[in-house]
């Protein structure tokens, strides 16, 4: 089983600044299957990214996604102050169906 | 659009029993599997539980396996979990999530399962 393992573990950031979030594989992620979500509290998650690097139907072209192999990034160009949320990376695999990291929380400062 | 809503959720006691539903709309509803997840009070996300579209394959965490069964009804376009032998550890709000075989693409709101005496 891959273990998914985020960082950090809290983000303090002011709007406008650029965002960088980490997902690190336990083992070479061969397909790619990796995406991101947003959450926030009483709201349904949110598919950001899928495939590492595709941008989820109606997601603004200021989250992007990167990495291969064993690391990979969500980075949120600008922030503004709806984007700060728990972000979760996500794995698609055998068994288990889907892994997820541990979750960052991205905060005001 | 795709939504999903979840209900059946509420308190119970540990070793009972509760069925959680899934109501989608805006989607071919047959096409996709669907399933389930799990966040603990502060926790993070735990996959608990998919079906094929067709219904035919099912697929569980350890966590849950030989406690809950999901299953689905095409015809009325519903996604259930049927949770038996509730245990402390299962409190959490339980989202359906449309499941295209590699992305989680829609979740649910979620619904919040508590266990406890």
């Known amino acids: 089983e891959i273990v998914l393992t985020q960082s950090p573990g809290t983000l303090s950031l002011s709007p406008g600044e650029r965002a960088t979030l980490s997902c690190r594989a336990s083992q070479s992620v061969t397909n790619n299957f990796l995406a991101w979500h947003q959450l926030k509290p009483g709201q349904a998650p949110r598919l950001l990214i899928y495939g590492a690097s595709s941008r989820a139907t109606g997601i603004p072209d200021r989250f992007s996604g990167s990495g291969s192999g064993t690391d990979f990034t969500l980075t949120i160009s600008r922030l503004e102050l709806e984007d700060f949320a728990v972000y979760y990376c996500n794995l698609y695999g055998s068994s288990p169906r889907y892994t997820f990291g541990q979750g960052s929380k991205l905060e005001i400062k | 659009e795709v939504h999903l809503v979840e209900s059946g959720g509420g308190l119970v006691q540990p070793g009972g029993s509760l069925r959680l539903s899934c109501a989608a709309s805006?989607?071919?509803?047959?096409?996709?599997?669907m399933t389930w997840v799990r966040q603990a009070p502060g926790k993070g996300l735990e996959w608990v539980a998919a079906?094929?579209?067709?219904?035919?394959?099912?697929y569980y965490a350890d966590s849950v396996r030989g406690r809950f069964t999901i299953s689905r009804d095409n015809s009325k376009n519903t996604l259930d979990l049927q949770m038996n032998t509730l245990r402390a550890e299962d409190t959490a709000v339980y989202y359906c999530?449309?499941?295209?075989?590699?992305?989680?693409?829609?979740w649910g709101q979620g619904t919040l399962v508590t266990v406890s005496s």
């Open positions: 999530a449309k499941d295209t075989s590699w992305r989680l693409d829609y």
């Open positions: 805006g989607f071919t509803f047959s096409a996709y599997a």
């Open positions: 079906i094929t579209g067709s219904g035919d394959s099912t």
